[in-house]
């Protein structure tokens, strides 16, 4: 009977950590010591349900007592917020891996010696515990198929997380049982199988913590990289600042040349002079000039580095500089990733394939609106699904994350080899 009352206390963990994996946290409005009683009570029901055939026997047994188990669970699902497909493909898996589990054991037990079957047999608390151990292996294999892009579980963490209640089904099978009714015997049993029970399940949670201490040192080494690559932008923009001031600088001194050959009339030395001073200008001055600092130096440098590539860059800007209220270290970023996209994916295109990036930036008196297409292979397109370029990952994140935090919209579609991406940050001091 207690052993019972602990095997119910386990259904009850699996069954709310099954629920959080799959249907997400519990409602808010749903107080943890509620949720707590209602899972204790859904047990004690069970319990008794099961107490109760335990004295008498009836054929419907199997039918009453799941049926009764599938309607608590179901109730029990709508503690979290989740659709009516999820809560019941939950309650219906619980249900069968729980019946599977069962037939499995028992399987199991068959195949060992007669007297090692009848060992096993004899006392309820072996197959009950093993039981228990395949239903949580079942879960849990559920829940890494389920998981399996949100927690990018690799081979060793898969074999973590099942090795443990492998392990276990071969110590309560492996050790040779001996019939005896002391009570000194009967109570080491039922700590025994108890201290197995939750073993795993300290296990599991270990294990977890274990991946969150990852997630949480891989998304550590993305924002140094992120840190770095808006550093590193930035710098960009500081550096074209500079060679503007420095132009503007330069500019003076050639026009105080010309007016000097001017004064002198000595004109032949002004043509060469001017030919040389546009060469230098056309050297480092910004394809771009539309009086954002951002814009300007940002598709300039990729015009140029799409040039050298024998990429077709396009760029079809008409913006109001006194409209864009997004900051330049925000406006960076965004542009910034954008834009490295675009290359990344184009230079994916093998040639004689055409690779074009379109860039349009304008403002209305609503909004500052991007929009950037570029050319995309199918096979760039498949691989991106499986491939993990954390960093590339991360910078679309941010580009999500800082145009949330100006109310605005990010949208990303491809169309007949070719992908989009808006963006739109609405202008909030307009009339």
Request: aromatic share 12%; net charge negative; glycine share 2%.
């Amino acid at each position: 009977m207690i052993f019972n009352g602990i095997c119910f206390l386990f259904d009850a963990i699996i069954l709310s950590l099954y629920f959080r994996k799959m249907l997400g946290q519990r409602k808010k409005l749903v107080n943890v010591f509620f949720y707590i009683f209602l899972f204790a009570a859904s047990e004690v029901v069970l319990f008794l349900l099961s107490a109760y055939y335990n004295n008498i026997h009836n054929s419907n047994r199997m039918y009453v007592t799941i049926s009764v188990s599938f309607i608590t669970t179901f109730f029990l699902s709508f503690l979290h917020d989740s659709s009516l497909k999820p809560r019941l493909f939950v309650s219906v898996t619980f249900q069968a891996y729980a019946t599977i589990s069962e037939v499995l054991v028992f399987l199991l037990f068959s195949c060992f010696p007669k007297n090692v079957f009848e060992n096993l047999m004899a006392d309820d608390i072996y197959g009950t515990a093993c039981s228990k151990i395949v239903l949580f292996i079942m879960i849990n294999i559920t829940l890494l198929f389920w998981r399996r892009k949100e927690i990018n579980a690799s081979l060793q963490y898969s074999l973590l997380v099942l090795i443990m209640p492998i392990l276990s089904i071969m110590l309560m099978t492996i050790i040779p049982f001996q019939n005896s009714a002391g009570t000194g015997q009967a109570v080491v049993r039922v700590i025994s199988m108890a201290g197995v029970l939750f073993a795993n399940v300290a296990n599991y949670f270990l294990l977890e913590n274990v991946l969150k201490v990852n997630e949480l040192q891989q998304v550590e080494r993305q924002q140094k990289k992120q840190l770095e690559y808006q550093t590193a932008k930035y710098q960009q923009i500081s550096t074209v600042y500079r060679n503007s001031r420095k132009l503007i600088h330069d500019m003076k001194k050639h026009f105080f040349f010309i007016s000097h050959c001017v004064e002198n009339k000595e004109y032949d030395a002004v043509t060469p002079y001017i030919n040389n001073a546009i060469q230098d200008i056309e050297q480092s001055h910004n394809k771009v000039n539309t009086g954002n600092l951002v814009i300007d130096a940002f598709v300039s440098n990729h015009m140029t580095i799409a040039e050298q590539e024998n990429i077709e860059f396009l760029s079809d800007i008409q913006i109001s500089v006194n409209q864009i209220e997004i900051k330049d270290y925000d406006l960076s970023v965004v542009l910034g990733n954008l834009l490295d996209n675009a290359l990344y994916a184009c230079r994916k295109v093998e040639t004689p394939l055409p690779r074009h990036i379109s860039v349009q930036i304008f403002t209305t008196s609503m909004e500052l609106v991007i929009h950037i297409s570029n050319s995309v292979s199918l096979s760039y397109r498949e691989a991106e699904e499986e491939e993990e370029d954390l960093y590339h990952g991360f910078g679309t994140k941010n580009v999500e994350s800082i145009v949330r935090r100006y109310m605005g919209t990010y949208t990303h579609y491809i169309e007949q080899e070719e992908y989009h991406c808006i963006v739109a940050i609405p202008y909030i001091h307009h009339s």
